[in-house]
């Protein structure tokens, strides 16, 4: 009989590799037709629209809140004039990006991880396969594609919310326009610094819903099961999610040198 924390490697190495075998298979899926236009249409009304809300307040509170903080700073040195720049390229570089996919990770990867988890332990995945449907191309593929098409979008709706929020700070502090504002905000904003960031997003969308699909397909025991699937799956994507930005990062500075 093999000692305790042994056998917990082994089960541990297994579902490491049985995720990675999943995640390829959808990798590989979402690029390969034939594809559910009108499922992933809903899927990215359902994950993507209906986070619209979410991630434009809590944009706008963190642009207040980040505005607050660089003011602080740069007082100390007699450079106010450059708040909005400061809060501007944070928002943009790092800020938003990484905010939103947390956020969303857990918005999005409990209710994937939910509602998979729901049809699996009603058998109707089971069903799904009976009627000759692909039940991996119909429940996993339309969500990893409405999350990869999404999570871009709604990161840029969180750093212009956050732009705002900081604007609003601002004028309570030393009644700036908002025109000049936003002048000096996207001043120092290009189309560089803009692109690898938001783009990096797209892949923790991909990583949000494997995480919530691949939970929701092996869960077990019933109603219980559904809430251990969305609890792991917000636990595992926020953790996957944070490890490859660490990655993306790295590979953002040696691609686009200039961003740094």
Known sequence: MAPPVTSRLVRALAVVGDFSAFAGRALVDIVRPPFEGRETLRQLVELGWRSVPLIGASGFAVGIVLSLHTRASLERFGAEALVPAGLGIALIRE???????????????AGIGAEVAAMKVTEQVDALEATAVDSFR??????????????????????????????????AMTAMPLGLYLERAFSMIDFPLYLPSTAKTAVFGFLIAVTGAYQGLTTSGGTEGVGRAATRSVVMASVLLIAANVVLVRLIFFLFPEVQ
């Open 95 to 109: 800020t938003g990006p990484l905010t939103a996919g947390l956020l969303l990770a857990g918005r999005m990867g």
């Open 138 to 171: 119909f429940l996993v593929v339309t969500r990893v594609l409405a999350c990869i098409i999404a999570l871009p979008l709604l990161t840029t709706l969180m750093n212009f919310s956050g732009i705002l929020g900081g604007w609003l700070a601002e004028f």
